[in-house]
Every structure is written in structure tokens, then in C-alpha cells.
């Protein structure tokens, strides 16, 4: 469908997100999207076309001569930069974390973010009750009391959003000045002095400052302030007594689980918390023994069994040929390449709205460079809902020539677009792996339930038929089927055997699955494996059974504990960085913010201390309390929330202490006027004493709906209130933002979410 | 003693996700605003200042979930001026909607809530047990939607067997109002029915 004031060129551009729609024909749609690429690459070069998302149409564009991507943290925060540096695992692979079977003999867990229930979707949760029946003592570390802590938890500690750093020093300080090796040893010295670099002078990487080490740094020997317990307790506001009792508590039990989820990373100026993180891991002695771990991302493949390091059920892959380099895109520098994200013609998304719409980005530190995107290309995802600075981002959309978008609803990308592409779901396509799940449930079969409803086409379809009309040479962009590709994956999958070490097929191809399969255009070759094709399409799934003490449990880090120069870590220097030049000039060159080799505490730009005029003096400022943004059972992000019975079973509210509550009038079910420094919205208020009074949360996800009279966005939009702030490696900081609430006043009218009219473009005669 | 079945609801493992109720809504095909299953969220406690900082004090939460309780003394059968209310012999309390007239009454007399108004037909609609499941030997819907394994249904004799005999806790009505088939494993903070010193959470919207 088309908007129906657009017109080649842009028509009433300022009209995008408000007009009508206009149901056109798929030939006339794609003939019309391939003649603006046309036009505009020819007016304004391949560096005006962006691609938000979706790796189909980058297919077509590829071959056209290229387009301009972008680079984000998304939900591992700084978690990508400063692991795959100090560590040598990205961002999502946890190879940090044992096996679940291990997890049975962990008799403490400590959580610092962890709500496993609704942002780890599945059974995390569920097997962590089952680490509790055994008796294992859990502690949750949050600003909020949350549902996983209302079930799981024996201790809440509360805690100033973006503070964690602070606490932990508190913590090493105090382990660092009680250890004594004969009467009270409580730091893993042999593991420090073995496997890390710089936390003490006489282990200092080659060429460092002996001075620049880590245990200096917290005794303040250097910098005059030790990072004392009460140190940290100003900053967090624990109680600088269970700071102490905790650090000793981790430290003096043997058998330990440390975890941090990356909402804690997902946060202005974080890049040296991953790293806090561990060494505090390191010398509490928790990393790479059985029954301890200390790992990053709570993913819901994490908890319930380690995904990455080993799977137990491998999936294959699809064989789709890469279509060669994007053109548009410069070769990365050395210093990138170990990295999940590398910038250079890349937009950093935490500042890429505000690059299109001011028309200026930061390529590396220091060189900022023109920049005409007259294009937004929406291939898939949700960025324009998804990205801080969603204002800036409407801005960006209502100034360039052209918004393309795809999706399956219509998403705020496709509100905002020109033209909009229906695409189909997993369950309209001739099926698809879904590799999700832990490591012994690898993948999932999804089958096709229903022909196509409507007119939807698949993504990668779309992308032929746009490339053919671009003129380049389509059968590169689609050179197989669907089921081509999905039975690829499935023919190409593994599982270890019984013995934990070699792997067999998954799937048995007969004879007789080759012919069938021959006649519906698929070509396979015939091989044994552990379950006949037939069966596992009737299952739908393979899930390898488990029991304690087979041979698929893992300790994470154990053989390199063990040996680290015979199994190193595969970061530069092979071992644990708790002093990273490397990492500190890769901050540098991103060219937002930088930070120290160690783990110094860095304060976010809108964290605790930004809620102060005069912090020493403690006078707050203009926009006083932390709001952080947490997942929320509607939804998925920002996915099914135009379902009406998640609607009106998760009202989308802003949770407020009663205490700040009452300081401002406000009672339980008002409307609330929520502002930051970037935008504003309204909500119904539910007062809770579950919240750290100070800090207040307004759910990830909900659709964007502008009143353009105010100004003010009625659905709660996180990004709308989180602003464009890239720090560090070009973090995106939602959980860091500073507001000010008020009893709203206005003319809005605001009724329950499940009242409001579903977004439906299009509606059916 | 004829069989009565009932539910078991573990509120100490209730993570307030709210899967039970909207897959009941899913599988019966219900419109929004009826909840034939509903989750509600109890809590309260308080916070101290020392030095600038807050301390929580005694702060809690828990969940409950509850639908029709299929009672022993249903109040919305009595109620009912056109006998479209039902107790069948398992114990099941149903509606026959051909025989409803929509006057609400049953909506009034039942303290959980659970007959519930459907105005596009005008009539009641309440929990039915899922008893088209049932009759194919499968669970109902809440049973098999909760991730944390919180809910369970079978005979009520062996379910109190299993796990006590209470029916009631905080915000739930006495059971002593209607003698309800089901019972809860308290939360480790539940507190008694009439003596709660907490408040329900949620937003009146959302109940």
C-alpha cells in the first residue's frame, strides 16, 4: 500500500505517520519502489540509500552498488566491545556460563538485573526453582522487586539504576583490605596471578604503568579516594554494611553463581562494568570451577543449559552464497575487527536518526562527515520504535525523499513509511529453522500452517522482484528456494553422541526422502542420522534428554583455569584484561566518551549524579528521578502489542514509589506527565512499594502515538523519552535517563490501551 | 462421594505473567474485557530513610490466579432465576447461554467474579473447565499455558491430599462464602483472607 499524499520525491512529506493508506497492486508497488532506488541513487549515489534492518533487500542493493548500514549495542549493551576485548567471546555467545546440571551444585546466586521471567523468555526461570528446591540461597541486586524476584528471590537488594560498578568496587575494596592468606584468605591469587593481567603491579601487561593497576586503583593510592564500601554506598545507595557482608559472603562460600544481565550493561558510560564484572569474578575465586560460574546475558538459551560453547544439538546451514561485499561499506580497520559491530560508513544507532536528519556523522573519533541519506529503507525489525531518540528519528523520516518499509502489521517503521511491503510470517513460508532454545534443544521446525493470508510475500521474493526491476541480476539474490534453504539447514544439522565428544546427523535421509523430496523441486543426498526425517517433522522439534553426570556437562572456563597458557582465552593477550589498553583505545576512537584500561567507575551521562544540580551539596536538578526501561510481559519488544487481550491484561503503566508519589500529588491510577530532556508522554500511574523510591520505569516496547498538538506521545514509548546519548562504544542507554513526573492536566483524553482502535491500515470490505 | 474436580494454584511459584489468562482467552475466543481467568497481584510493606538512603521494609509481592472455583455452595446457580446455571455431576459449574436472560444476577452474587457479562450477545459466559479438552483427554488451557508449572486440576480430594486444604488467601474472598474446589499453596509472604495488611497492585483497569 502507498500513503496517500506521497508522490515520487517525497509528495507531503510532513504528512508521514498520520496520512491515509492507499492499497496498490504488488507490480505497481515494486515498480514504484525500484524507480525512486533508481532516481535517487542516480541523483544522490548509493551513500543516500540506508537500511534499517533485513537482510534480503541488502541483497539487491548490494549488487546495485551499495548502501549505507548501521551499527548498535542492542540488547547486549557494552557488553559486545568489552568481552569480546577482555575475554574473547562476543557479546551473545556466553561460553561464560556451566552447563545447567552444574548449576545444581551452586548454593548462592547472585543477580545484579536479572528479571529471567519476562526478559528470558521460556524456562529459565523455572529451572533456576529448580536450583532453589535444592536449596540454593538466591540474591537479586535491582532497582525493582521483580516478578522473577518475587518468586525466586531470598534477599532484594535495591539499587540506584547504573551504579552496579560502584557497588562492586565497594566490594573488591573490601576483600582487598580483609584478605590475609593464613587466618582469612578471601582472594583467588593463584587465578589472578595465572590467568589475568593488571590486577595487582607485579602483573601488568607488557609496557603498561605499573602505577595504572587495578588493586591501586581501589585502594586510591594514586587518585587520593580509596573505593570504600561507604564510597559506594553514596553512590548506590546500599547500605554500605551489606556491601562489606556481601562481599565477604561470595567470597568465603565455595560454590557460587555471579550473573549480570545486560539490562545492566544497556546503560551510558557501562563499558567498564563488564570487566568490573569479572574481576570481582575472578577474585572471588568463581570463574571456571565446578559449581561457580560468573557470566554475563541472562539469555533465555543461557539459563536453562549454555548454548554456545558446546550445543549439544548443532543446526546447519541454509547455504545461501553471499552476495559479495556491500560496495558503499570501507574495509575495517585493524583495531575493529575482533568486534561484533565495526563503524566506519556505518551509522551508530544510539546517533542515527540525528545523522539523517542533521546530515553529519562520526566515522571514528574526530572525523565527522557529510551525510545525504535521501532513503529509508525498513527491510525488517522495528528500529524507528526500537532505537533511542525515536523524536529525532520521526524527524529523520519526515525529511528524506523516500520511506520504504516491510513488515507483517504495521509496525511504527511502516507508519512512518511511504510505501509499505506485506511480508509473510514463519508460518505463511514453506517453513524455517528456528534456532533458538538452549544448547540440547537446538531447532525447532516451523512448518507452514496457512497459505500466505492476503497478499503477503516473502522477504527474500521482494528482494528478486525489486532487483530485477533495478536491473541487476535477480537469480543472485534468490538462487534458492525456501525449502531448498530450510531442508539445507535441516540436513546439515548435528548432535553430539552419547559420549559428549562426536557428533552424528540429526536426521536420517531415505532413498525415499530423496525421490519425494526431488519432486517438490528439493534436492537432498541420502544419510543416516539419529531420527528419521518423517519423525522429526511430525515432532517438530529434537530435544536431547538429560540427566546429572552425563557427558554433555560443562564447566565453563575450567580447562583454561587449569592451564592458561595451553588453553588461553581467545582475546590478544589470552587471559582475563583487568587492564586493557586495547579496549580503552577502542573506546577512544569511537570518538563518545573514553575510559580508563581498568575497571574505573565512569558516571553515566544521565544516571544518579545527573539528577542533581549540585551533587555534592545534594540539590536535584530539573529532572530528578532514574527512569530505566524494563521488559514487560505485553510484549516482546515492541511485538503483539496490537493484541487487545494483552492489552487489557498489562495496562502499560509507570511504576512510582508512593513515597515520590506523594511528594508530587499523585495517586494510584492518575495520569501521569512523564518528561526528559528528550520528549514526553502520558501514562496511567500504578504506585507500588516494589520500586527504589528516586527511580521510577516505564516498559520497553509500547507503539508510539503522537499528539502532534502537544507534542506529547500518548502510548508510552520508552524512545521517546530515552534520548540519542552515545557513549563508549556507541551504546544504547536505555536504562539511563533522567525525568521529572507530574499529575498530568491536559486536554488528552487518555482511555485504556485495550480501547484504543487496533493499528489496522487497511480494513477488509 | 461423587468426583469434583478443582484446581490447584501455586502462588509461591506465580511469576504474575498472566499466560493462564490470556491463553483461556485464546482457546475460548473471548473478547478483551472477559477474563474467565484472571491473575491479581498482592503486596505492600514500606520503606525507611537512613542517611539520604531508602531501605525497603518488609516490602512484598505475590500473585494469585484464579477463575470460577466450581464451588461446593455455588452462589451464582442460586442466583440464577432461569436455572441456565448449572452443577453437573463432576462438579463443574456450567452455563446453558440458550436459557440465560443476561439479568446479571450471578455476576452480583459471586464473590470471585467469575460469571462474567458478554454484551455483544447479551449473555453470561463463565469458566467451563474446558471441558471440550477434557472430553479429548487433554488439559484446559491455563493448566498447559504456565511456564512455571503453577497450576494443576484434578479430583479435589486428591488435590487436597497432595497439598492442604487452603482456599484462601489475601485478596481472595473467605472460603467459608461459597466453599470453593480449589486450593492454594501460599507464597512464603501470603497473608490470610481479612487480614492482609498489603493492597492489590494492579490498576482497576486491569482487574
Not at chain 1, 118 to 144: C, E, F, M, R, V
Amino acid at each position: 500500500m502507498k500513503r496517500k499524499n506521497w508522490a515520487p520525491g517525497g509528495g507531503k512529506k510532513e504528512l508521514r505517520g498520520k496520512d491515509e493508506w492507499v492499497r496498490i497492486s504488488w507490480d505497481e508497488a515494486l515498480t514504484l519502489v525500484a524507480n525512486e532506488i533508481i532516481r535517487i541513487q542516480a541523483k544522490y549515489g548509493n551513500k543516500s540509500i540506508f537500511v534499517s534492518g533485513g537482510s534480503e533487500i541488502g541483497r539487491a542493493l548490494t549488487l546495485f552498488g551499495g548502501y549505507v548500514p548501521s551499527y548498535g549495542t542492542t540488547s547486549g549493551g557494552s557488553i559486545h566491545a568489552t568481552k569480546t576485548t577482555i575475554l574473547g567471546y562476543t557479546g551473545y555467545v556466553n561460553a561464560m556460563m556451566s552447563d545447567r546440571m552444574d548449576h545444581r551444585k551452586t548454593t548462592l546466586f547472585v543477580h545484579w538485573g536479572l528479571n529471567s521471567i519476562s526478559s528470558s523468555g521460556g524456562n529459565p526461570t523455572y529451572n533456576h526453582l529448580q536450583n532453589k528446591k535444592n536449596g540454593a540461597k538466591i540474591i537479586a541486586i535491582d532497582p525493582y522487586y521483580t516478578d522473577a524476584a518475587q518468586v525466586l528471590a531470598d534477599e532484594w537488594i535495591p539499587i540506584r539504576p547504573n551504579t552496579d560498578h560502584a557497588m562492586v568496587l565497594g566490594m573488591a575494596y573490601t576483600l582487598i583490605t580483609a584478605d590475609d592468606p593464613k587466618p582469612n584468605p578471601l582472594i583467588d591469587w593463584d587465578f589472578l596471578n595465572r590467568c589475568t593481567l593488571g590486577f595487582d603491579k607485579d602483573h601488568m601487561p607488557t609496557g603498561a604503568d605499573p602505577k595504572e593497576n587495578f588493586k591501586d586503583y581501589v585502594l586510591g593510592t594514586y587518585d587520593g579516594t580509596p573505593k570504600t564500601p561507604e564510597w559506594a554506598s553514596a553512590i548506590c545507595g546500599i547500605d554500605a554494611a551489606r556491601i562489606r557482608s556481601l562481599a565477604l559472603e561470595i567470597a568465603k562460600t565455595k560454590n557460587v553463581g555471579l550473573g549480570m544481565s545486560s539490562a545492566t550493561a544497556r546503560q551510558q558510560n557501562s563499558d567498564s562494568w563488564t570487566q568490573m564484572f569479572y574481576t570481582f569474578g575472578a577474585m572471588s575465586g568463581h570463574i571456571g570451577k565446578p559449581g561457580s560460574f560468573t557470566a554475563d546475558g541472562y539469555y533465555h538459551q543461557n539459563f536453562s543449559g549454555l548454548r554456545c560453547l558446546v550445543d549439544i544439538v548443532q543446526p546447519g546451514s541454509s547455504g545461501l552464497p553471499s552476495v559479495g561485499a556491500n560496495p558503499v561499506e570501507e574495509k575495517a580497520a585493524d583495531v575493529w575487527t575482533a568486534l561484533p559491530q565495526v563503524p566506519g560508513t556505518r551509522l551508530c544507532e544510539s546517533w542515527m536518526w540525528k545523522a539523517i536528519a542533521d546530515g553529519k556523522y562520526q566515522a571514528v573519533k574526530g572525523q565527522w562527515r557529510d551525510l545525504n541519506i535521501q532513503m529509508i529503507y525498513h527491510g525488517g525489525g522495528a528500529k524507528l520504535q526500537t532505537v533511542d531518540g525515536m523524536s529525532d528519528g520521526i524527524a529523520a523520516h519526515r525529511k528524506v525523499e523516500f520511506v520504504v518499509s516491510q513488515s507483517q502489521i504495521l509496525t511504527t517503521n511502516s507508519k512512518y513509511a511511504d510505501i509499505v511491503l506485506p511480508v509473510t510470517t514463519p508460518w505463511e513460508r514453506d517453513g524455517g529453522m528456528v534456532i533458538a532454545g538452549n544448547r540440547e534443544f537446538g531447532l525447532i521446525w516451523g512448518q507452514q500452517v496457512t497459505k500466505p493470508l492476503f497478499e503477503a510475500k516473502d522477504d527474500l521474493w521482494i528482494a528478486a522482484e525489486i532487483g530485477k526491476r533495478l536491473g541487476v541480476d535477480a537469480t543472485k539474490i534468490a538462487p534458492l528456494s525456501n525449502a531448498q534453504l530450510v531442508y539445507n539447514q535441516i540436513v546439515g544439522s548435528k548432535v553430539l553422541k552419547d559420549d559428549g565428544k562426536t557428533t552424528e546427523p540429526l536426521v536420517t535421509i531415505s532413498d525415499n526422502d530423496v525421490k519425494s523430496l526431488a519432486e517438490a523441486g528439493v534436492v537432498v543426498k541420502p544419510q543416516a542420522g539419529r531420527v528419521a526425517l518423517a519423525k522429526f517433522q511430525e515432532l517438530g522439534f529434537y530435544q536431547v534428554p538429560r540427566k546429572p553426570g552425563d557427558n554433555f556437562e560443562v564447566v565453563a572456563l575450567k580447562a583454561f583455569r587449569e592451564d592458561p597458557v595451553k588453553n588461553p582465552l581467545p582475546n590478544k593477550s589470552g587471559k582475563l584484561d583487568i587492564h586493557s589498553k586495547t579496549l580503552a583505545d577502542i573506546i577512544e576512537s569511537r570518538g563518545w566518551s573514553t575510559i580508563k584500561p581498568i575497571p574505573a567507575y565512569n558516571p553515566a551521562q544521565e544516571g544518579y549524579e545527573a539528577t542533581f544540580k549540585d551533587f555534592k551539596a545534594k540539590v536535584k536538578g530539573e529532572y530528578p528521578l532514574q527512569l530505566y526501561t524494563i521488559h514487560y510481559y505485553r510484549r516482546s519488544h515492541s511485538v503483539f502489542d496490537n493484541i487487545l487481550t494483552l492489552r487489557r491484561a498489562f495496562p502499560h503503566e509507570f511504576f512510582m514509589n508512593p513515597i515520590d508519589a506523594q511528594a508530587r500529588g499523585i495517586q494510584h491510577g492518575d495520569i501521569v506527565l512523564i518528561r526528559s530532556r528528550h520528549g514526553k508522554t502520558i501514562r496511567p500511574v500504578s504506585l507500588t512499594e516494589r520500586i527504589l523510591p528516586g527511580v521510577v520505569t516505564l516498559p520497553h516496547g509500547a507503539w508510539v502515538e503522537m499528539d502532534e498538538a502537544s507534542g506529547i506521545d500518548k502510548a508510552g514509548a520508552d524512545n521517546i523519552i530515552n534520548g540519542t546519548v552515545p557513549t563508549g562504544q556507541g551504546t544504547s542507554g536505555w536504562n539511563t535517563c533522567n525525568v521529572q513526573v507530574e499529575k498530568y492536566t491536559g486536554s488528552i483524553e487518555l482511555k485504556p490501551d485495550y480501547q484504543w482502535p487496533q493499528r489496522i491500515p487497511i480494513k477488509e470490505a | 462421594m461423587a468426583k469434583q474436580l478443582g484446581f490447584h494454584i501455586n502462588s509461591s511459584v506465580c511469576a504474575n505473567c498472566k499466560a493462564c489468562q490470556v491463553a483461556c482467552q485464546d482457546k475460548n475466543n473471548l473478547p478483551a474485557a472477559i477474563r474467565w481467568r484472571r491473575v491479581v497481584l498482592y503486596g505492600g510493606g514500606g520503606w525507611v530513610e537512613k542517611d539520604g538512603r531508602w531501605m525497603p521494609n518488609g516490602v512484598f509481592s505475590y500473585s494469585v490466579s484464579f477463575a470460577c472455583m466450581h464451588c461446593e455452595n455455588p452462589l451464582c446457580v442460586q442466583a440464577c432465576p432461569t436455572g441456565a446455571l448449572m452443577k453437573r455431576a463432576d462438579g463443574v459449574v456450567l452455563i446453558n447461554q440458550d436459557q440465560c436472560v443476561g439479568c446479571r444476577y450471578c455476576e452480583w452474587a459471586c464473590p470471585y467474579g467469575a460469571p462474567q457479562f458478554n454484551e455483544a450477545k447479551g449473555v453470561m459466559t463463565k469458566c467451563n473447565f474446558c471441558e471440550d479438552l477434557l472430553a479429548q483427554g487433554q488439559n484446559p488451557a491455563c493448566v498447559d499455558a504456565c511456564p512455571m508449572r503453577a497450576i494443576e486440576y484434578g479430583d479435589i480430594a486428591e488435590l487436597r491430599a497432595k497439598y492442604g486444604t487452603l482456599a484462601e488467601v489475601e485478596p481472595l474472598p473467605s472460603a467459608s462464602i461459597t466453599l470453593p474446589h480449589a486450593v492454594v499453596t501460599p507464597h512464603r509472604n501470603a497473608q490470610a483472607s481479612g487480614t492482609g495488611t498489603g493492597k492489590i497492585m494492579n490498576l482497576p483497569e486491569e482487574l
